[in-house]
């Protein structure tokens, strides 16, 4: 089992593709000890694609394994914001120099 593994995502998080989803970050996760997510191509996200890397996060620590996210696009970095969870998800939100001015 490979010790880590980065998963890009490029589609919404929405309720839309949240079974798929769901199934696609489990699978990830189930082949690996450590996944890294990559959502800096993510345009939207809405609560059913937070509560998908909510269930990520527990499910990673459930089985003793690390789910992280490494990269935040403007909309997650946003809603994780709004429902004040950068705590609970524990991973650092880095914000791009060109955003920032």
């Known amino acids: 089992m490979p010790a880590s593994k980065t998963l890009p995502l490029a589609e919404d998080l929405t309720i839309y593709h949240a079974l798929e989803l769901k199934q696609t970050?489990?699978?990830?996760l189930a082949a690996s000890d450590e996944l890294?997510?990559?959502?800096?191509?993510?345009?939207?996200?809405?609560t059913a694609g937070l509560q998908l890397l909510l269930l990520l996060k527990k499910e990673a620590q459930r089985a003793g394994k690390r789910a992280v996210i490494v990269a935040h696009s403007q909309a997650v970095r946003s809603l994780i914001d709004f429902c004040n969870l950068a705590?609970?998800?524990g991973d650092p939100l880095?914000?791009?120099?060109?955003?920032?001015?």
């Open 36 to 46: 890294e997510l990559d959502l800096s191509q993510v345009n939207e996200i809405d």
């Open 87 to 89: 705590g609970e998800l």
């Open 25 to 28: 970050l489990l699978a990830a």
């Open 94 to 101: 880095v914000i791009p120099a060109a955003e920032a001015c």
